[in-house]
């Protein structure tokens, strides 16, 4: 059994138009309960995901960095999270049936255990510089 170092943490399937979201909370027992969701991936469902962690007290979210379909994501909720942006390399899921909801559950078993290696993102001020920098 690995060791858990984030006893509430969530981790996030990201796709085009459906981001599927899975928070597990460990209690002092080591037991952990899972919840999960499907949003979809326009602003108002970025809010309402951004409410759901908030209701269950989740600062802390893991997704990987599939193609650019993460950054509206990741722009909404770096405002009240710590997001980890992960190389998808490193959340290869496990063999078998592969469903976007076990995608979600992986991710956020390796985040729980500190198992994922974040990416470099940089300051939003230099985010935005190269945003423009790509436009020109």
Not at 19 to 32: E, F, K, L, S
Not at 97 to 124: E, G, V, Y
């Amino acid at each position: 059994m690995f060791k858990i170092f984030r006893k509430n943490c969530c981790g996030l399937d990201v796709h085009k138009t459906w981001i599927y979201a899975c928070i597990g909370i460990t209690d002092t027992n080591g037991r952990t309960e899972y919840k999960q969701a499907r949003f979809s991936s326009f602003s108002k469902g970025l809010r309402e995901l951004a409410d759901w962690l908030a209701k269950f007290s989740c600062i802390e979210v893991c997704m990987e960095s599939a193609g650019k379909f993460w950054i509206p994501v990741f722009n909404i909720l770096e405002k009240t999270c710590f997001v980890t942006l992960a190389h998808p390399k490193y959340t290869k899921p496990q063999k078998g049936n592969k469903t976007d909801r076990k995608d979600a559950k992986w991710i956020c078993d390796l985040f729980m255990c500190d198992m994922i290696k974040p990416s470099f993102i940089p300051s939003p001020v230099i985010r935005h510089l190269r945003d423009l920098m790509r436009y020109r």
